[in-house]
């Protein structure tokens, strides 16, 4: 009995110096393998808690760069782009408007209007239309052609426009018997030198052309004969005329045409001859 008593008390010792040599061997290969981990060979250097705080963050890509500038531009509030203020629109007083006014130059009926004509001759304009039923678009080339002639060869641009109201009424179609074409009747065949070469056998019903070319069939007359009453009847063809009929009409239109332009006159005596 003594002796199975011992026998269990020196298996139990021998069984805990089992454990105590498997505790000891595991425990063993328990801290080899931390240290292989933890030098490896001396490959791997360790890292501390420095390197850790100093080590940066990966590079966005491309489209998370854009994503996250697309947040915070929608969670800033909205950027004024101060604009250029625009210049204040000054209306002047009335008393300023006048004194301006007052340092303009004087309206002596030479400067051209709106359309091309000059004040004097607009006015004639709205009497032609009134007058003689004629539409002021189609006249206004005739006058300005009349201003333009008559300052280049020296003669009243309202003779000139007299000259249309007798001949044609201001007809630039206007054809008559004898062949005479357009405002200032002019015959074709006798002024063929200043018609120009080249131009058709309608030339004349140009408005233009056709005031140009009587102008100097005017001219002419008063180079050859020296007085406006004479160039007259020769531009009629009626230089025989004791009576001057054609240049009396003329100039009754001229005085009618001069009272329409608000032209001022002086009353002076002047014979049909000596009127320009």
Wanted: aromatic share 6%; proline share 6%.
């Amino acid at each position: 009995m003594k002796h199975a008593t011992r026998i269990n008390a020196l298996a139990r010792q021998a069984s805990g110096a089992v454990f105590g040599i498997a505790h000891g061997a595991v425990l063993f290969f328990g801290l080899a393998g931390m240290a292989y981990l933890g030098h490896d060979g001396g490959s791997r250097p360790a890292i501390g808690y420095a390197d850790l705080r100093v080590q940066g963050k990966a590079a966005p890509t491309v489209s998370e760069a854009a994503m996250a500038q697309a947040d915070a531009y929608r969670a800033q509030p909205a950027l004024m782009v101060p604009q250029k203020p625009e210049p204040a629109l000054v209306v002047p007083s009335a008393r300023k408007s006048s004194a301006l006014a007052s340092l303009r130059m004087p309206d002596f009926g030479l400067d051209a209007g709106d359309d091309g004509l000059s004040p004097e001759m607009l006015r004639v304009r709205d009497w032609i239309t009134d007058t003689y039923r004629v539409p002021g678009d189609v006249i206004e080339p005739a006058l300005m052609a009349a201003e333009e002639s008559a300052e280049e060869h020296g003669f009243d641009p309202l003779l000139i426009v007299a000259i249309m109201a007798v001949e044609s009424s201001f007809n630039p179609r206007a054809v008559s018997n004898m062949g005479a074409q357009g405002l200032m009747q002019v015959i074709p065949r006798y002024h063929q030198d200043k018609i120009g070469q080249g131009r058709g056998k309608y030339a004349l019903f140009d408005p233009t052309l056709n005031v140009r070319v009587g102008t100097l069939v005017l001219q002419e007359g008063l180079q050859r004969y020296g007085s406006l009453q004479r160039a007259l009847q020769y531009y009629n063809g009626s230089l025989k005329d004791p009576n001057a009929r054609y240049t009396r009409k003329v100039m009754a239109i001229k005085k009618r045409l001069v009272a329409a332009s608000g032209r001022e006159t002086v009353v002076r005596n002047e014979t049909p001859a000596s009127a320009g």
